[in-house]
Structure formats: structure tokens, C-alpha cells
């Protein structure tokens, strides 16, 4: 499987952005799928992630939703009221660890794609 994430770009605060994970090569049926980001001259930290069901980070509760459509192979992270402190690279991961999601542990996650960056200034 290998992943790419999309959609990141320059934003306003309070604005918004719907991030994609596109697979390749497998179906993500089985898998869980999380986001995680890495701010500027920070480590990076988890965000999101969804299996049979969804989890989100303190910082982006009900202002991020993360929903799948298996048929597109695709996973979305809808990022709205967006805050500066949002900004940084969004990358999404694969893992088949049953609770992956749910720990939420970087070394759980096993395939990684490639960043998108979301800027969020005025």
C-alpha cells in the first residue's frame, strides 16, 4: 500500500481545508488510518484517526472530522475554524494494529505517505 496525502495549501484563520489520503495498491478496508502533523521546530504529534470508529486529538475536537470512503480509497480530515497554530505538515498513516487508532503511537503506524503542508496566516 503506499499513501499520498493532499489538499494542504494557504489559508486564513477561521478558515478551512479538507485534506485527503488517497491509497494505492491495497484496499484500506483493513486498516486504520490516522493523521499526523509536525509544526515548524516541533515533534510531530497525532491528530486524527478512524477504523470502526473515530478519535481526535484534544486540539482539533470539533473543529476536525475524519471520515473514509472506501470506495475511492480514501480517507478526508475536514479541517475547519482553522487556528495559525494549525499550520504544519499533515501526513496520513496506515496501521493494521487493531488499536492503533485508539493509542495513537507513532511506531503502530507502519506505512506513511508523503506530507501536505497547511499554512494557516493572514
Known amino acids: 500500500v503506499q499513501l499520498q496525502a493532499s489538499g494542504g495549501g494557504l489559508v486564513q484563520p477561521g478558515g478551512s481545508l479538507r485534506l485527503s489520503c488517497v491509497a494505492s495498491?491495497?484496499?484500506?478496508?483493513?486498516?486504520?488510518i490516522g493523521w499526523f502533523r509536525q509544526a515548524p521546530g516541533k515533534e510531530r504529534e497525532w491528530v486524527s484517526c478512524i477504523r470502526s470508529g473515530t478519535y481526535y486529538a484534544d486540539s482539533v475536537k470539533g473543529r476536525f472530522t475524519i471520515s473514509r470512503d472506501n470506495a475511492k480509497n480514501t480517507v478526508f480530515l475536514q479541517a475547519n475554524s482553522l487556528k495559525p497554530e494549525d499550520t504544519a505538515i499533515y501526513y496520513c498513516?496506515?496501521?493494521?494494529?487493531?488499536?492503533?487508532?485508539?493509542?495513537?503511537?507513532?511506531?503502530?503506524?507502519?506505512?506513511w505517505g508523503l506530507g501536505t503542508l497547511v499554512t494557516v496566516s493572514s
Open positions: 495498491g491495497s484496499t484500506l478496508d483493513d486498516y486504520g
Open positions: 498513516a496506515a496501521s493494521r494494529i487493531l488499536r492503533a487508532c485508539r493509542d495513537h503511537r507513532e511506531n503502530q503506524f507502519h506505512l
